[in-house]
């Protein structure tokens, strides 16, 4: 049973726009949600983070969301870079399960010159 | 310093052999997790050490599939009687604490098996 989802499995964005990947969940118990960027052949790699206590958290260029009552939230990544050009995976996590992380089935970005 | 690391990068196996996989975590670090990804899925949670002990292995998919970590450092997965199946990324990730809050999770390369 997937409790977390990321509908989009690809997006293409020009470079210098913004790109939005969404991921929506199902269980209320998650209180921690992450996104991870992953290249071919690396482990994933931790990138932005919110706490459930928060609606909004910013670092840099990227900007998530969360929507509590719509468990729902969003990476903003503006400017896009194509560096940025990944695959993108949303995960949530709860303490009464030693933040074990659950994952998305990713989305992914390419951001075009 | 090192991050996680894992061994062998690669792993070719025939069904119905015996493998084990090496998770090497960040020194000092206390939490640890195994995930296995499959193709085009997201890591999916098998196993999570506290120190030595397996504080959540819900996600382990049956019995042939066991994990150690028997100096809190150092952990091995294992999996008998391996199935095509089994094919996939194993990733290994660790943190420094889980117990207090959330910690970044660390992850390594991962081990990709293939058994044919």
């Known amino acids: 049973d997937q409790q977390v989802k990321q509908n989009s499995p690809s997006l293409s964005v020009q470079e210098g726009r913004i790109s939005i990947l969404n991921c929506d969940y199902t269980n209320s118990m998650f209180d921690y949600f992450l996104w991870y960027k992953k290249y071919p052949a690396e482990g994933p790699t931790f990138l932005i983070s919110?706490?459930?206590?928060?609606d909004k958290n910013e670092d840099g260029r990227f900007t998530v969301f969360l929507n509590k009552s719509a468990k729902h939230l969003s990476l903003h990544i503006v400017p896009s870079q194509p560096g940025d050009s990944a695959v993108y995976f949303c995960a949530a996590s709860a303490r009464n399960s030693g933040y074990a992380l659950n994952f998305g089935k990713g989305t992914s970005l390419l951001v075009t010159p | 310093g090192a991050g996680v690391s894992q061994t062998p990068s690669n792993k070719v196996t025939e069904k119905g052999k015996y493998v084990e996989l090496r998770c090497d975590p960040i020194s000092g670090h206390t939490a640890l997790y195994w995930y296995r990804q499959s193709l085009g899925q997201g890591p999916e949670f098998l196993i999570y050490f506290q120190g030595t002990g397996a504080a959540d292995d819900s996600g382990l998919p049956n019995d042939r599939f066991f994990a150690v970590r028997p100096e809190g450092s150092v952990s091995t997965l294992k999996i008998q009687r391996t199935e095509r199946g089994d094919s996939a990324v194993y990733l290994c990730?660790?943190?420094?604490?889980?117990?207090?809050?959330?910690?970044?999770?660390?992850f390594g390369p991962g081990t990709r098996l293939t058994v044919l």
């Open positions: 919110i706490s459930s206590i928060k």
């Open positions: 990730a660790s943190s420094s604490d889980a117990q207090t809050g959330y910690s970044e999770q660390f």
